[in-house]
């Protein structure tokens, strides 16, 4: 059976070039940057490299790029660092509601540690309105924090406008921006963030490392003691090979990311377009322009999306009913929520998530086995229209 990967919003392959070059730092080059010696100084020079190219990337310099564990220690470096370090100045802290776990968990830590959270509701479209952040920012707000596309249902953000009203105020902007870098062409500078969070194994580079942007001259309190890694920004010996894998990866990206936004986006309105169609009874979640190239949500009326995804996969296809993170849980998507979805509707929906190995033949055969799927689903569903 031909397996077709449409989940790449969870994680993606890692790249050939990006294996072949983390390699040698298993073995032959795998000395400890912090060693003085040759081993050391030539793992250092490569993390430093990696460094640079992530900084290309996003149009930032490479001293403003600390190395984590991935994205959910960045979110959690830059809400915690931020948090603590300007307590001086204030105690409030804004974030979106259809924010990553990552985030929204964090603010519940810091709210139960005394700071204040507001939470920003979203339309039904999923977009945060700067004018609701305007109503919600004080002269005590330390951060914001809007993802700049949410990962379940590829609305993007106008982060542009919400940091002009976050500058007006002094206070300081975090994004969650993992599911965007490598995949939109963006400049820091003009997106208006401080603090910026990465994660290596959604741009084909591998698990467990990540990045937090922040730029220069922004005071933070740092969540590991310990060494003086990471220009004192982060303590730990740093994973040299899965640096090399993030660094590749971005100059991978940075190279191909045109091209392959051009080639995805048809791709992805076909796949919409004709599952509206051929389907009755289903609805896209998410802006129908403002999107990420590769996202399609569709609610399905009167169906479950988890059976939906496991009848999918017995066709050898991979697609999601939200949130990898969240894979487990009865509750509703807390995303689906915030843009006005019922429960019922909700837990009926798909999300496919195209990428680099994904060919107009995979979308015509998921277009092919999908409307029998939900026929049979439906007429299982005591909730359906007989």
């Known amino acids: 059976m031909k397996r077709i990967y449409l989940d790449y919003a969870a994680t993606t392959p890692v790249h050939p070039r990006v294996l072949q070059e983390m390699q040698p730092f298993f073995s032959e080059r795998f000395g400890n940057p912090s060693s003085l010696h040759l081993f050391g100084q030539e793992a250092k020079m490569a993390v430093e490299t990696a460094r640079g190219r992530l900084a290309r990337l996003i149009g930032a310099w490479p001293e403003e790029i600390v190395f984590t564990s991935g994205g959910t ?48 509701p979203v339309g039904g479209d999923g977009l945060v309105d700067p004018g609701e952040v305007k109503k919600s920012i004080t002269d005590k707000t330390i951060l914001v924090s809007v993802m700049h ?29 993992i599911q965007t870098v490598g995949h939109l062409p963006f400049n820091v500078d003009a997106l208006g963030a401080d603090l910026l969070s990465i994660s290596a194994h959604k741009l084909y580079g591998p698990k467990g490392v990540g990045a937090l942007y922040v730029r220069k001259g922004t005071k933070m309190v740092n969540l590991l003691h310990g060494g003086s890694q990471e220009s004192g ?48 009874d289903t609805q896209l979640n998410g802006h129908p322009t403002l999107r990420l190239p590769n996202n399609v949500n569709i609610s399905f009326k009167y169906v479950e999306g988890e059976a939906m995804i496991l009848n999918l996969d017995l066709q050898g296809i991979a697609a999601s009913s939200g949130s990898a993170c969240s894979s487990g849980s009865t509750e509703p998507s807390h ?48 909730l359906a229209k007989k």
Do not use: W
């Open 335 to 382: 995303v689906l929520s915030a843009i006005g979805l019922a429960p019922e509707v909700a837990r009926g929906s798909v999300r496919f998530t195209l990428g680099r190995l994904v060919k107009e033949e995979d979308i015509n055969f998921v277009l092919e086995v999908l409307p029998k799927i939900v026929e049979k689903l439906r007429a299982m569903s005591p």
């Open 149 to 177: 596309a949410n990962n379940e249902i590829g609305t993007i953000q106008p982060l542009p406008e919400i940091s002009k009203v976050v500058k007006e105020k002094g206070s300081l902007l975090h994004s969650d921006a």
């Open 233 to 280: 920004h982060r303590a730990s010996t740093e994973n040299v090979p899965a640096i090399i894998g993030l660094g590749v990866a971005a100059e991978v990206v940075l190279e191909e990311m045109l091209e392959e936004r051009t080639r995805l986006i048809p791709l992805r309105d076909k796949l919409i377009k004709c599952i509206l169609d051929k389907i009755p």
């Open 73 to 120: 220690e960045a979110d959690n470096f830059a809400l915690e660092g931020i948090a603590y370090a300007q307590e001086d100045k204030g105690n409030h802290i804004i974030i979106s509601a259809i924010e990553h776990h990552a985030v929204i968990k964090c603010a519940n830590f810091l709210q139960s540690r005394g700071f204040q959270v507001t939470i920003l």
